[in-house]
């Protein structure tokens, strides 16, 4: 019989469990509010939370930190201390073990980050399965204690599960979730702010990896324009406000692809957005427009 403190994937579910451990201790323990973010071994986004009042840029580098270290298979603090800057110019026989990575200064496609606060995530044969990242405490230190608690809390099998400190969003998310089961979809749902930053974001177990990706552009799209993503080809129209704006290409996040909805209140404010990617667009849509109905009956 399989040893249920060891997991040899990190499931959607082991996700959501470090993560709500991981809350619970940069609240009680450090005060802080944080971005907490885990990948899988190829570096592609599991899950992620950005805890009310954690700065919105903070989700973004909890991405880089977990996917620095799932694919260098090395924790963050290690490759900062090979790119120690003091070290720049000391001859190779008298640098440090390990300071020979000078050359890792230079970002690897936007994604390297030497900041402490990355763990690889092992499985019982010490293979690297995926990642975790932490950024927004009041130091690195900090950021590495709540990532370290986020992958020991997976092997946690006795622990009660934890209520998450965002768990008011989590539940807009699970009912997309749960319609996307319904419909036989595997899908990613990201829960935007009004600003278009995460607050919540899922990948299904087996939901293609790219479409973590573009579920958070969907909702960044919805969000900005204040209009579902489908609609905003309509800024390219010669008869309509917008002309000469095109629909792709001018920003990495702006997608016209059908699945992004804004969240409005009832006097038409702007309260945030959700993005769905997974199905055929009209797919996407029906999975979105069941999240906003949960919205709608909470109110």
């Known amino acids: 019989m399989a040893n249920p403190n060891e997991i040899d994937v990190v499931t959607l579910q082991l996700a959501r469990k470090g993560l709500q451990a991981a809350e619970h201790v940069a609240v009680d323990l450090i005060g802080w509010a944080c971005s907490i973010v885990l990948v899988d071994k190829a570096g592609a986004v599991i899950a992620g939370h950005r805890m009310d009042g954690a700065p919105p840029a903070t989700f973004d580098i909890g991405v880089e930190k977990a996917w620095t270290a799932a694919t260098f298979l090395a924790p963050t603090l290690m490759l900062g201390r090979m790119t120690d800057p003091r070290t720049a110019l000391a001859p190779l026989d008298q640098l440090p ?4 990575g000078m050359g890792l200064q230079f970002k690897h496609k936007g994604r390297l980050t030497t900041i402490m606060g990355g763990i690889p995530i092992r499985d019982r044969d010490m293979q690297v399965i995926g990642g975790v990242g932490t950024s927004g405490t009041p130091s690195a230190l900090d950021d590495n204690t709540v990532s370290q608690r986020c992958w020991t809390a997976m ?4 622990d009660p ?3 998450s400190m965002l768990d008011s969003y989590v539940k807009i998310v699970e009912a997309a979730m749960a ?7 595997l899908v990613s749902v990201c829960l935007s702010d009004a600003e278009g930053w995460p607050k919540v974001l899922y990948r299904m177990d087996g939901a293609l990896y ?3 990706e573009l579920a958070r552009d969907k909702a960044w ?3 900005a324009f204040r209009t579902p993503s489908s609609d905003i080809s309509r800024y390219g129209v010669k008869d309509l406000p917008g ?7 001018w920003n990495e996040r702006v997608c016209p692809i059908p699945g992004g909805l804004p969240i409005l209140d009832g006097d038409g404010e702007l309260l945030g957005s959700v993005g769905v990617c997974g199905g055929t667009p009209a797919q996407d849509v029906r999975i979105a427009k ?9 109110e």
Request: hydrophobic share 40%; aromatic share 2%.
């Open 290 to 298: 069941a999240a906003l109905k949960t919205i709608s009956s909470a």
């Open 179 to 185: 319609k996307a089961e319904q419909m036989g979809l």
């Open 155 to 158: 092997y946690d099998a006795e």
């Open 221 to 223: 799209t919805a969000a």
């Open 210 to 212: 790219p479409t973590a």
């Open 97 to 100: 073990l390990g300071h020979h």
């Open 243 to 249: 002309l000469g704006i095109p629909s792709g290409g």
């Open 161 to 163: 599960p934890l209520e």
